[in-house]
């Protein structure tokens, strides 16, 4: 499957010869790295909180409501960057064992997220007003950020490899 | 200094990447606590927070992120250091970084004194600088790479 042709089809595309052949390349890197720090480091504020080690003086929801979108913006700002960067060489990086840790370092993130949703959901209205959350949603915060740190880690690395 | 960083950098497995993922992680502690005060200031982001106390709980990320950006940036300047003085880009990242510095600094002063309390003009203004500056600092430092895009074109 990672071998077919379909990967090497997808830098053949208009967009991946625009993106690839111009100054359009550097620009989505530098605005995938903005997009990356700025979603990790607000995440980072958000995960924390959760964690009970910051920001105690406010309940989750409150840093959560102000945090969440500026979040899940920067996110779809890297997701696109990052796609138009992936195809412009989509045969190579999906055989790249930096790549594939990443992207399955980014499953699990999202499990870890929808773990986190579904269980926070099955509490009653205010748990995020008691001083210390609890334990086992303490960890999903703790856990959120190894995992985005890790696909920090294979992101670069990816470009070590090639 | 440039031998020890050569030799550093070319024979332990893997260093080169794991150096530059603590710059990223350095970077996304800097520019989240720099870029949400500033939208803090200006009154676009973070309004459930009081301003001086998301000031009080972030200036300490910021500046703790300072010297992790340096010591996991100054292994690769020591180790090539014509490929950055000789690069245009090089020298706006430094400018735009200085800057930043500037305007993030007076802005801790005027946190200090109580001006941030009811932002005004001159603090929404400064926070604006503060935000542009350091956006343009962290893509001029990915741009380092790309310098003959922009400078030698052809």
Known sequence: MLQHEFWLNLEYTWLAEQIGATWLFPLFNSLHVLSITLMLGALLMLDLRLAGFAARVYPYRTLSRDFLPWIWLAFLVAVLTGAGLFITRASAHVLNPAFQWKMLLMVLAGLNMLIFHYRHHRLANGWDQQHSVRWSLRITGMTSLLLWAGVMLGGRWMGHII | ?154
């Open chain 2, 1 to 154: 200094m440039t031998e020890l960083s050569i030799r550093l950098l070319s024979t332990v497995p893997g260093l080169p990447p794991v150096l530059q993922t603590v710059h990223l992680l350095g970077l996304a502690m800097l520019m989240a606590s720099a870029v949400m005060m500033d939208l803090r200031l200006l009154s676009l982001a973070g309004r459930g927070q009081q301003v001086q106390e998301m000031l009080q709980r972030l200036f300490p990320w910021l500046f703790w992120a300072l010297p992790i950006m340096l010591l996991s940036g100054l292994p690769f300047l020591l180790a090539r250091p014509q490929r950055y003085f000789n690069n245009p880009v090089f020298a706006y990242k430094a400018g735009f970084l200085c800057l930043a510095l500037l305007a993030t600094l007076l802005l801790w002063i005027a946190f200090r004194r109580g001006a941030t309390q009811q932002p005004a003009w001159p603090i929404k203004s400064l926070a604006l600088v503060s935000l542009a500056a350091w956006l343009m600092t962290a893509m001029s430092g990915r741009w380092i790479a790309y310098a003959d895009y922009l400078f030698w074109p052809g």
